[in-house]
């Protein structure tokens, strides 16, 4: 997962947020300030994303371009080399919807579709964290249960889908608070 609150980088692309300003910038530039009112940064192939206080999810693709609004209402997000995924506000705190769009070459989706969508999927419910990386994808449900997509060929969704790919959310382990990847 290359998203942080604070702090995100993947390969030559960085961001950080300071006092909820965001900077972003490339290994041959300084930092520039993107936005603020920010309170997640995010960074994914070719893009810098933030998430503002107010919910709604924004992404460059040049740090001298304007941003573009991605998504609203949203709680929490993940960013990485195949594209995004967001969990939504639902309503209620402790629910959430799992949005995603960007590559599935390897299931990263979960829903046993292995080709890209230009829009939105709603893929997984009851998801309280998101994360991903690479190739792969897990998130925390409520009830404690680490699900995981994707590619597994080193094995980072453990014995669910070992090999080349998982191409539907399947269980990880269980009795989980947090996550992380990478």
Excluded: C
Excluded at 160 to 173: E, I, N, Q, R, S
């Amino acid at each position: 997962d290359a998203s942080g609150p604070a702090l995100a980088s993947y390969y030559e692309q960085h961001m950080a947020l300071v006092d909820g300003v965001a900077y972003g910038w490339t290994a041959q530039g300084d930092p520039r300030e993107l936005r603020a009112g920010v309170r997640q940064v995010g960074v994914g192939k070719d893009s810098w994303y933030v998430l503002l206080d107010d919910g709604t999810l924004q992404r460059w693709t040049t740090l001298d371009g304007a941003p573009t609004t991605l998504m609203r209402g949203v709680r929490s997000f993940a960013a990485g080399q195949s594209g995004w995924f967001g969990i939504d506000t639902a309503g209620v705190l402790w629910y959430g919807t799992l949005w995603v769009k960007g590559l599935a070459h390897r299931g990263q989706y979960g829903d046993g579709k292995l080709a890209a969508t230009t829009t939105f999927v709603a893929t997984a419910r009851d998801a309280v964290a998101v994360k991903a990386h690479t190739g792969h994808a897990i998130h925390l449900r409520r009830d404690g249960v680490v699900m995981g997509t994707g590619g597994n060929r080193y094995g980072p969704l453990g014995t669910h889908g070992l090999g080349d790919k998982a191409d539907a959310w399947g269980p990880v382990f269980d009795q989980a608070v947090a996550i992380a990847t990478g």
